[in-house]
């Protein structure tokens, strides 16, 4: 059986941020659509090299468990991005999941992660 790389352990933090752009801003509507479509414990967005937006919830089967942000990246790979511009996680979590976290570096080591509540409030944002 091939090794396969373990999801991250450490859960990266975030720093206070100010006002997001208005696009910024529409990635957070769009995480928190997803979220509340499915009734899911995270909703996430990003957007693309070419301002393309995927929204996506999180998911936990019995045969497969991905973060809303792992499943947002996913989506856009699949559509062809090859680099991110910015991601939201919409989450009652105090911190970014490790696992979320790692798959945005995997398409840019400098895409800001922005980090909100329920209700849309930004908390913090992620940019290492």
Do not use: I, N
């Amino acid at each position: 059986m091939p090794d396969t790389p373990a999801a991250p352990a450490a859960r990266p933090t975030f720093t206070a941020s100010g006002a997001l752009s208005a696009e910024d801003g529409k990635l957070v509507v769009l995480a928190r659509g997803a979220r509340a479509r499915v009734g899911a414990v995270e909703g996430a967005a990003v957007r693309d090299q070419d301002g393309r937006t995927y929204a996506a919830a999180s998911v936990a089967l019995p045969s497969l468990t991905l973060t809303a942000l792992q499943l947002a990246v996913a989506s856009a790979v699949a559509a062809g991005a090859s680099r991110l511009e910015a991601a939201v996680v919409v989450t009652e979590a105090s911190t970014l999941d490790g696992a979320g976290h790692a798959a945005v570096r995997d398409l840019a080591a400098d895409a800001p992660v922005h980090v909100a509540a329920p209700d849309g409030t930004v908390l913090g944002t992620v940019t290492e």
